[in-house]
Nanobody, 113 residues
Framework: VQLVESGGGLVQPGGSLRLSCAAS????????MRWYRQAPGKGREFVAL????????NYADSVKGRFTISRDDAKKTVYLQMNSLKPEDTAVYYC???????WGQGTQVTVSS
């Protein structure tokens, strides 16, 4: 299982970013996918989940209404569209397949003026 996150960067409060996670080594379309994040000095926390075939999604209360998770099974990629970003969204963002104990390297998101 290999997961490669990208799309992070520095953005001002209120701005937007779209993160991508390219997956390989498993049958992507058969599995739910999750995004997590880890802020400096804090533990890793759940951000969003999308079921296989994109049937439904769930979000942490802290991002609900601002973030949208989606997937493209043909490209074996899961996305996280992040709008109305806040300084407290600053973290390293990771994607994960719940069924496997593998993590990518993450992508840094910094929200600052």
């Amino acid at each position: 299982v290999q997961l490669v996150e990208s799309g992070g960067g520095l953005v001002q409060p209120g701005g937007s970013l779209r993160l991508s996670c390219a997956a390989s080594g498993f049958t992507f379309s058969s599995y739910a996918m999750r995004w997590y994040r880890q802020a400096p000095g804090k533990g890793r926390e759940f951000v969003a989940l999308i079921t296989s075939a994109g049937g439904s999604a769930n979000y942490a209360d802290s991002v609900k209404g601002r973030f949208t998770i989606s997937r493209d099974d043909a490209k074996k990629t899961v996305y996280l569209q992040m709008n109305s970003l806040k300084p407290e969204d600053t973290a390293v963002y990771y994607c994960k397949v719940p069924a496997y104990d593998s993590w990518g390297q993450g992508t840094q998101v910094t929200v600052s003026s």
